[in-house]
């Protein structure tokens, strides 16, 4: 089945600084590629996803990027902010479900 | 559009009892999925419903854990006899088609 890899486990950065979290995934056929935030006791929350069709897209401060051939993708924070902190998680579609990475818990530290 | 239900939103049972979780999935949304979560760790998929149907439950214990999604009503998912080690957050969420899932609020579980 799918396994998803997502590094680093913890991210601690300076606030207005760039953050960086890298999956890779084994199902070649995999063909979704959701992020997920969530803030402790909270749901889990999709902030940005992609399609095997698109090699990076953006959305304000986020990008994703995806890159089929070496079945990983990333996602960029940029101008990182306080209220960025928390879990992120990435994850793929295995056959008819979604495979989570492990996590990765982002500190802004102002 | 209200978003995914799921109540109640904390739950405390003793050993032995029946955990029943409910999930009401956003509104024209027909598939189903639970996940569980252990403090400090990830999603880890337990099942995948359709209305009337159960289309994946590889990430289910075959004992005491069943998971049902009616024609009318919520999807319901059932612990029988619970133990310590179900104490967990469980998460439903929905989707229009297989893709985008969208999260409820949880269900946490306390087994004393």
């Known amino acids: 089945g799918e396994n998803v890899e997502q590094h680093p486990s913890t991210l601690s950065v300076q606030e207005g600084d760039s953050a960086v979290i890298k999956c890779t995934y084994s199902?070649?056929?995999?063909?979704?590629f959701p992020w997920y935030k969530q803030e402790l006791g909270k749901r889990p929350q999709l902030i940005i996803d992609?399609?095997?069709?698109?090699g990076e897209k953006k959305d304000q401060r986020i990008a994703v990027t995806l890159n089929k051939t070496a079945k990983h993708f990333s996602l960029h924070i940029t101008e990182t902010q306080p209220e960025d902190s928390a879990v992120y998680f990435c994850?793929?579609?295995?056959?008819?479900?979604?495979?989570f990475g492990t996590g990765t818990r982002l500190l802004v530290s102002p | 559009n209200a978003g995914v239900m799921q109540n109640p939103r904390h739950l405390v049972r003793r050993r032995g009892q029946e955990a029943r979780l409910r999930c009401s999935p956003m509104?024209?949304?027909?598939?189903v999925y639970w996940y569980r979560q252990l403090p400090e760790e990830g999603l880890k998929f337990m099942v995948y419903?359709?209305?009337?149907?159960?289309?994946?439950e590889s990430g289910m214990p075959k004992e005491r854990f069943s998971a049902e999604f009616p024609k009318e009503g919520p999807s319901i998912l059932r612990i029988q006899q619970v133990v310590r080690g179900d104490s967990a957050a469980y998460f439903c969420a929905s989707s229009p088609a297989k893709e985008t899932q969208y999260f409820g609020p949880g269900t946490r579980l306390l087994v004393l």
């Open positions: 419903l359709q209305k009337e149907n159960i289309i994946d």
């Open positions: 994850a793929s579609t295995g056959f008819q479900k979604l495979v």
């Open positions: 992609i399609r095997s069709n698109v």
């Open positions: 509104k024209g949304h027909s598939h």
């Open positions: 199902d070649s056929a995999s063909n979704y």
